[in-house]
């Protein structure tokens, strides 16, 4: 294996791992870093890394996920877990009309860097909007009826550059949950997003072009999205929100005007 193009895939794995937590579309980046790096991808791509992140998101938190997994079996025993799995099941029912739907579309969209750029660039005013939300904590745990609304927000991120954690983070806000717990469930839908997306592509996807190359970009992956929930977790605030949305703003404008 040539040493640069090693350099370039483990680049592209940390750069899709980092930014998969954070509000700033890790589909974008992916997009984005392949068509400098000189890198073919493709959906099949997409799901592969958003796999590792599956991974590293369910060992980070392995522990609340064996709750909601004991209480399906022991509703009773664990009411509030089990809570949690329905709004999770609720929540998740619009990605999945969603993606089954405008499959086609999508896939066409990842060849598409200009229109990345244009979600990205709607990524920096839901980031805005959310700033200004970010206050209004009232709930501790999403009502059903609010789990379908921040479940129709997460559907808007199929598309490469609108970033899934960032209209979802948007949608508890507009359902007025706590931070903290708003940010978990975000996470928890996101692991779920990608379990599925994975899923619903084994049978398009193609193993006989599997290579070491894609092995590294999921071990990097894995650890780099490991980083990224820790980074988040520490520095969520209105002001980063903000820095968040100028950040793909900026991003977007300058990839538009160099493509």
């Not at 929540?91 to 993606?99: C, D, E, Q, T, Y």
């Not at 739907?101 to 066409?108: V, Y």
């Not at 609010?146 to 970033?163: H, R, T, V």
Request: with cysteine; aromatic share 16%.
């Amino acid at each position: 294996m040539a040493i640069r193009k090693i350099v370039k895939y483990i680049i592209l794995g940390f750069v899709q791992g980092f930014t998969e937590p954070l509000p700033v579309s890790s589909s974008a980046h992916l997009v984005i870093a392949s068509h400098y790096l000189g890198l073919q991808t493709d959906l099949n791509t997409e799901i592969w890394l958003h796999f590792a992140s599956f991974w590293a998101l369910a060992w980070f938190f392995r522990k609340d996920l064996w709750g909601m997994a004991k209480s399906v079996f022991r509703p009773k025993q664990y009411p509030e877990d089990f809570r949690t799995v329905l709004n999770l099941l609720i929540a998740s029912l619009p990605i999945v009309a969603a993606g089954l739907l405008l499959k086609d579309t999508i896939e066409r969209s990842f060849n598409d860097v200009k229109a990345v750029c244009l979600f990205l660039l709607l990524t920096s005013f839901v980031l805005v909007l959310t700033a200004f939300l970010i206050n209004r904590n009232r709930k501790d745990s999403p009502a059903f009826g609010d789990s379908l609304i921040i479940g129709i927000f997460q559907s808007l991120a199929i598309f490469p550059g609108i970033s899934r954690s960032a209209v979802t983070f948007l949608g508890t806000k507009v359902s007025k949950l706590e931070t903290k717990p708003a940010l978990k469930f975000s996470f928890y839908l996101c692991l779920i997003a990608s379990f599925g997306a994975f899923v619903l592509a084994l049978k398009d996807f193609d193993f006989s072009a599997f290579s070491a190359y894609d092995l590294i970009t999921f071990v990097v992956c894995f650890w780099a999205t490991l980083l990224g929930i820790s980074f988040l977790e520490r520095i969520i605030s209105q002001k980063s929100l903000l820095v968040f949305s100028l950040y793909a703003m900026a991003l977007s404008v300058l990839v538009f005007l160099t493509k």
